[in-house]
Structures are given as structure tokens and as C-alpha cells.
Nanobody, 128 residues
Framework: VQLVESGGGYVQAGGSLRLSCAAS????????MGWFRQAPGKEREFVAA????????SYADSVKGRFTASRDNAKNTVYLQMSNLKPEDTAVYYC??????????????????????WGQGTQVTVSS
């Protein structure tokens, strides 16, 4: 599967952005999906994840209450609505896909090594 992120940009603190991640292929619904980010000089970190069933996302504590992830299997797309952005949210944001079996369809994957496919990333810059 190929993943393409879009929607990044420059925003002032307190502002909002919506990221999209479009996936190729016809088996999108068989993938667990995740959002990660990597700030300059830091390791890539988990932001949000969907299990293969894709109903309720899981979030990192740092973004709870400010970010909302959603998934549209009909459009092969996941979204990340980011509100009340802070300068510390500045990073390259990546989406990722993990092909999982039916037996693990309700599992949330939060580790980088859990994922098989990655997008190229989109830059989000939040000014103070």
C-alpha cells in the first residue's frame, strides 16, 4: 500500500489544521492505521491509531482533547484534525499502515516497529 499525506502548513498557536492520508489499494480496511510525528532532533513518536476495525481511535496523552482522528474506509483515507495547536506540536507528521489478521483486528498499534508502510510525511509548523 502507498500512503500520501497532505494538509500540513504553517499556523499560529491556537490555530487548527487537518491532515489527510490517502492510501492506495483495495484492502485498506484490512490495515490498522496510525499517525506519528517527528520533531527536529527528536525521535518519531506516536500520535493516534486505529485498529483494523477502525471505530474508536487511541491517542497519545499529549494530544488528547485537541486532536481528533477519523477514518473513512470508503475513501481509503484517514484524517487528523488538529485544534488548539501549540509550538511543541511542530513536527513532520506521518501516517502508517500495518497489515493485521482478523484475530488482531481490535488491537491498537502504537510502536513504530508495528507498522509496515509509511507515507512521506507532511510538515506542520506552529508559531508562538
Amino acid at each position: 500500500v502507498q500512503l500520501v499525506e497532505s494538509g500540513g502548513g504553517y499556523v499560529q498557536a491556537g490555530g487548527s489544521l487537518r491532515l489527510s492520508c490517502a492510501a492506495s489499494g483495495r484492502t485498506f480496511s484490512s490495515y490498522a492505521m496510525g499517525w506519528f510525528r517527528q520533531a527536529p532532533g527528536k525521535e518519531r513518536e506516536f500520535v493516534a491509531a486505529f485498529s483494523r476495525t477502525g471505530d474508536v481511535p487511541s491517542y497519545a496523552d499529549s494530544v488528547k482533547g485537541r486532536f481528533t482522528a477519523s477514518r473513512d474506509n470508503a475513501k481509503n483515507t484517514v484524517y487528523l484534525q488538529m485544534s488548539n495547536l501549540k509550538p511543541e506540536d511542530t513536527a513532520v507528521y506521518y501516517c502508517a499502515a500495518a497489515q493485521v489478521s482478523l484475530a488482531r483486528r481490535r488491537t491498537y498499534y502504537t510502536a513504530i516497529n508495528d507498522y509496515d508502510y509509511w507515507g512521506q510525511g507532511t510538515q506542520v509548523t506552529v508559531s508562538s
